[in-house]
């Protein structure tokens, strides 16, 4: 008896639970809108951590110092970001690991493709406005796309988009990257592109 009376308990607690998640609704927004966003002016916000990426990919070794640089340098350009942990990408851990390694390798099996490479190009710049009932949930986000526009059927189709949303100061912050952030496999290598 006390076990049919487990059972019958059991489902009218799971019929319960189960009419309660479905009384929970997504939030859906009232408006979105886009607007675009001056392509010039979104150029110059990527460029200068683009053109870190460029600068070091093209070389074969870093100093140590150097690489302490690069890591400070990403860290300004980017805001903080710290999602991308840009020593992984660009570097072989073995070396940078290890702090009595002076000299350390850019891993050449990898393409970062960047403004500076060619045939790559920001192809859009639009602000997306989302709008609810509940005000406090509103957001702006900036979409910077940038896109290969070459014949190479290895980088076909490839993207990047930087995210920004404004901080308290009402000013652009650099917030996420979409798309591919980089580029490996066979043939690929950090000098398939060439710097313009």
Same mark, same amino acid.
């Given at each position: ?5 487990? %059972?019958? @308990?059991?489902?009218?607690? /799971?019929? +319960? *639970? ?9 939030i859906e927004p009232i408006k !979105? @809108? ?5 392509? &010039? !002016? ?5 460029? $200068? ?7 070091? =990919? ?12 690069? *890591? ?17 990408? #660009? #570097?072989?851990?073995? $070396?940078? $690991?290890?702090?009595?390694?002076? /000299? ?9 493709? !960047?403004?500076?490479?060619?045939? %790559? ?6 602000? @997306?406005? =989302?709008?609810?009932?509940d005000e406090n949930l509103n957001?702006?986000? *900036? ?11 290895? *980088? ?16 652009? %912050? ?7 952030? &980089?580029?490996?496999? @066979?043939? +690929? =290598? ?7």
């Amino acid at each position: 008896m006390r076990r049919i009376f487990l %059972v019958f @308990e059991s489902i009218i607690l /799971t019929l +319960i *639970l189960s009419s309660c998640a479905s009384t929970v609704s997504k939030i859906e927004p009232i408006k !979105t @809108e886009l607007i675009y966003f001056d392509i &010039n !002016t979104a150029i110059k916000m990527i460029e $200068e951590g683009e053109k870190i990426i460029a600068d070091i =990919t093209i070389k074969d070794t870093v100093s140590r110092q150097e690489y302490n640089q690069f *890591l400070c340098d990403m860290d300004d350009a980017y805001d903080g970001y710290e999602e991308v942990q840009w020593q992984f990408m #660009f #570097f072989y851990n073995n $070396e940078f $690991e290890n702090e009595e390694i002076s /000299t350390i390798h850019l891993n050449k099996e990898m393409l970062y493709p !960047t403004i500076y490479h060619e045939n %790559v190009k920001v192809v859009s710049a639009k602000i @997306e406005n =989302t709008y609810y009932q509940d005000e406090n949930l509103n957001s702006s986000i *900036l979409i910077i796309r940038e896109e290969y526009l070459g014949d190479d059927s290895r *980088l076909e189709d490839w993207y990047r988009e930087y995210l920004y949303q404004k901080n308290s100061e009402d000013e652009w %912050v650099f917030y996420a990257i979409g798309g591919q952030i &980089n580029l490996s496999g @066979e043939g +690929i =290598t950090s000098d398939l592109l060439e710097i313009k």
